[in-house]
């Protein structure tokens, strides 16, 4: 989980107050929690039940889409993450959403490592998102201080969470990133895709999903292949800095800097992409961030080939009209 203090705009940064900052949830997390967190059991009417629910979003000034949410009967303003693979809750709301702790008998770990420290895994006992209820949902509950504290420098709404990719993909979420839209599917068991949607004009790419649950797309940057991930609580994109030089890419000094759960603060630059390509779409001249991103990207993914090189962040995915498709692991983009 990676936060920034608020930077300036640039060309590419989207800010009405130029203003940001970057909530990024490259988290290694323990694989056992994803694996026990089957589809959990849904509560829907007994009549005519709908097999789909769309869920509007609002888009905060941090450039974050936020989904209202019921835990535990209380309302809650979650920010919809890609690049989390688990869901969490504020480490200080945990009490005011009345989470509860891991019981001696289930097989959930009661701690995850994230960026190389312990967090506490906590139980929702009711997940409810519009009709969709989930049951005994686990979640992580992690330092949210970073972003708090930015949302009130911006007079905004304070999330209270993150919805993650534990419940994207069973519920074979499609998230449209220009549309503010999310739709999920009531019954994992059933068939057919969400109605409504028309992919004409769009190109498409294959998504590829880690053991952790991240989200990668093939891209590259001035010609050389990469990965990146799909990140949609990053305000925007941003490459990792040794894959930036190693291209030889000059990069611009900032005075701000950003600080990651667990790890250390590091500073901010920015480069400009003679040629940035995802799914086909070539974006040309384009302002990117430049950190880095050791502690983030885990299992020698800096050093793959090709390399992660960075995340493909919210200031792509709404420009040319992102649509994530996590049941069909589908990212679409338009020219």
């Excluded at 701690?111 to 009711?126: D, K, T």
């Amino acid at each position: 989980m990676l936060f920034s203090r608020p930077v300036p705009a640039s060309n590419c940064f989207p800010s009405a107050r130029k203003t940001f900052s970057a909530l990024l949830a490259s988290l290694a997390l323990a694989a056992e929690l994803l694996g026990a967190n089957q589809p959990a059991p849904v509560s829907v009417s007994a009549q005519s039940p709908p097999q789909f629910e769309a869920l509007p979003l609002v888009r905060s000034r941090q450039n974050h889409l936020l989904v209202r949410a019921y835990i535990n009967g209380r309302p809650a303003w979650l920010c919809v993450d890609s690049g989390a693979p688990v869901s969490a809750i504020a480490l200080d709301r945990r009490g005011h959403f009345r989470l509860t702790g891991i019981p001696g008998s289930s097989k959930l770990p009661p701690h995850l490592q994230i960026n190389g420290a312990l967090s506490n895994v906590a139980i929702a006992r009711e997940f409810r998102l519009g009709a969709l209820n989930l049951v005994d949902e686990p979640v992580v509950t992690i330092d949210l201080g970073s972003s708090t504290r930015t949302a009130r420098f911006l007079h905004e709404q304070q999330i209270d969470g993150i919805l993650g990719a534990d419940i994207l993909f069973p519920t074979n979420a499609v998230l449209d990133c220009q549309q503010q839209l999310l739709v999920l599917k009531m019954d994992p068991e059933v068939t057919g895709r969400a109605p409504g949607l028309d992919f004409r004009g769009f190109r498409s790419a294959p998504i590829h999903v880690s053991d952790a649950f991240n989200l990668y797309v093939d891209s590259s940057i001035n010609g050389t292949p990469a990965k990146l991930m799909i990140d949609t609580g990053a305000f925007a994109t941003l490459l990792h800095r040794s894959f930036v030089h190693r291209l030889r890419i000059p990069v611009h000094e900032t005075p701000f800097s950003s600080a990651a759960v667990n790890l250390k603060q590091r500073d901010v630059q920015i480069a400009r992409i003679k040629r940035l390509s995802v799914a086909s779409v070539n974006i040309l001249g384009k302002d990117v961030g430049v950190i880095d991103m050791e502690g983030l990207l885990h299992n020698g993914l800096l050093e793959a080939s090709p390399p992660v090189a960075g995340l493909l962040g919210a200031e792509i995915l709404r420009q040319h009209h992102g649509i994530i498709d996590f049941g069909t692991r589908t990212l679409y983009l338009k020219r």
